[in-house]
């Protein structure tokens, strides 16, 4: 097998963060889904956009997120995802590659194409974020647009449960993986929030029962979601059989990982002040994965997860401020 290249390669929504802090009543006047997910149209983002207060721009995405936290814990990262020649799909591209991740992905420039796509993320005191997302040109990834040999020089091929129900980026990560295990490489999937399951249950079932995913990351809650279990350890018993290696993150319980019938649980790293948890998910996945590609075992690769995700809710936003590379020492 030819040496990796790239240690993780990432394949996700390419969604630029707005982020703005209110109170319960801007939540409950506008009907959002505290704490939680929705998805919107174009129109309906421009509304609650200008609604919002002062907020901060910044490329996002949950993959992307991921991707982000690797390169700063000194891994080799790259990321896929469709953006649009504007604004926003300009102030993804720079930040991504000011953060060292590698992103060539060309930009869509037909001028009737969507805007690059927004998650308008709002921060209540109670540190809660709940996220309004409109895809926009993120969902117009297709299988042309992947750099073939890029996918098969990564070690680990990730991609996110949110960019997985249309048809057309679903079809560009059936291929991503194709070509990954074709290079023998590994595959890491996350179902990303529990919002996703619903209209995709049956296609991650027949994902995972095809034995397509060798990694899975899944809270508690969304593991329950997909088997239809009645308790975690009965949701347990039915992925582990399926995935070589499985992941459940707990919030502040920690997390537990299996793996040819090992389990190993870490307790959640503490945090002084937690402050907000947008990107707790995807840190998590960033330090588990860059533990991983450089041959750590399951203890290590879930402690760094922890650690990982300890930061990115001691502040504002879901990229990393402390200096990582220090806090996981790799």
Same mark, same amino acid.
């Given at each position: 097998?030819?040496?990796?290249?790239?240690?993780?390669?990432?394949?996700?929504?390419?969604?630029?963060?707005?982020?703005?802090?209110?109170?319960?009543?801007?939540?409950?006047?506008?009907?959002?889904?505290?704490?939680?997910?929705?998805?919107?149209?174009?129109?309906?983002?421009?509304?609650?956009?200008?609604?919002?207060?002062?907020?901060?721009?910044?490329?996002?995405?949950?993959?992307?997120?991921?991707?982000?936290?690797?390169?700063?814990?000194?891994?080799?990262? +790259?990321?896929?995802?469709?953006?649009?020649?504007?604004?926003?799909?300009?102030?993804?591209?720079?930040?991504?590659?000011?953060?060292?991740?590698?992103?060539?992905?060309?930009?869509?420039?037909?001028?009737?194409?969507?805007?690059?796509?927004?998650?308008?993320?709002?921060?209540?005191?109670?540190?809660?974020?709940?996220?309004?997302?409109?895809?926009?040109?993120?969902?117009?990834?297709?299988?042309?647009?992947?750099?073939?040999?890029?996918? +098969?020089?990564?070690?680990?091929?990730?991609?996110?449960?949110?960019?997985?129900?249309?048809?057309?980026?679903?079809?560009?990560?059936?291929?991503?993986?194709?070509?990954?295990?074709?290079?023998?490489?590994?595959?890491?999937?996350?179902?990303?929030?529990?919002?996703?399951?619903?209209?995709?249950?049956?296609?991650?079932?027949?994902?995972?029962?095809?034995?397509?995913?060798?990694?899975?990351?899944?809270?508690?809650?969304?593991?329950?979601?997909?088997?239809?279990?009645?308790?975690?350890?009965?949701?347990?018993?039915?992925?582990?059989?399926?995935?070589?290696?499985?992941?459940?993150?707990?919030?502040?319980?920690?997390?537990?990982?299996?793996?040819?019938?090992?389990?190993?649980?870490?307790?959640?790293?503490?945090?002084?002040?937690?402050?907000?948890?947008?990107?707790?998910?995807?840190?998590?996945?960033?330090?588990?994965?860059?533990?991983?590609?450089?041959?750590?075992?399951?203890?290590?690769?879930?402690?760094?997860?922890?650690?990982?995700?300890?930061?990115?809710?001691?502040?504002?936003?879901?990229?990393?401020?402390?200096?990582?590379?220090?806090?996981?020492?790799?």
């Amino acid at each position: 097998m030819i040496k990796p290249a790239i240690d993780i390669l990432a394949i996700g929504d390419a969604i630029v963060d707005v982020i703005a802090t209110c109170d319960d009543a801007f939540i409950a006047a506008h009907g959002l889904p505290k704490g939680g997910m929705q998805l919107l149209d174009s129109g309906s983002a421009e509304r609650l956009y200008a609604a919002m207060g002062n907020a901060r721009e910044t490329s996002g995405g949950s993959a992307a997120n991921s991707m982000a936290g690797i390169a700063a814990m000194g891994g080799r990262a +790259a990321f896929i995802g469709q953006i649009t020649d504007d604004q926003l799909g300009d102030i993804f591209r720079h930040d991504m590659q000011a953060l060292g991740v590698q992103f060539d992905t060309p930009s869509l420039t037909d001028p009737d194409a969507p805007p690059t796509g927004r998650c308008l993320i709002l921060v209540t005191p109670d540190a809660q974020r709940t996220m309004n997302t409109s895809p926009g040109a993120s969902h117009l990834l297709s299988p042309s647009a992947l750099d073939e040999a890029l996918i +098969a020089s990564a070690a680990i091929l990730y991609l996110e449960g949110y960019l997985f129900g249309p048809e057309l980026p679903r079809a560009a990560m059936m291929r991503a993986i194709d070509i990954a295990h074709g290079a023998g490489r590994e595959i890491a999937f996350t179902l990303s929030e529990s919002v996703c399951i619903p209209g995709r249950r049956e296609a991650f079932t027949q994902m995972i029962d095809r034995g397509s995913i060798d990694l899975l990351f899944a809270n508690e809650h969304e593991a329950l979601q997909l088997t239809g279990a009645s308790g975690l350890g009965e949701a347990l018993a039915m992925l582990s059989g399926k995935v070589p290696t499985l992941v459940i993150t707990r919030g502040s319980e920690g997390a537990l990982a299996l793996q040819d019938g090992e389990g190993v649980e870490v307790p959640a790293a503490p945090v002084r002040n937690v402050v907000d948890t947008t990107g707790a998910g995807d840190l998590f996945a960033a330090g588990f994965l860059v533990a991983r590609a450089r041959g750590h075992d399951l203890s290590r690769c879930l402690a760094t997860g922890a650690i990982s995700a300890a930061e990115i809710i001691s502040h504002f936003g879901a990229r990393p401020e402390a200096d990582l590379r220090l806090l996981v020492n790799l």
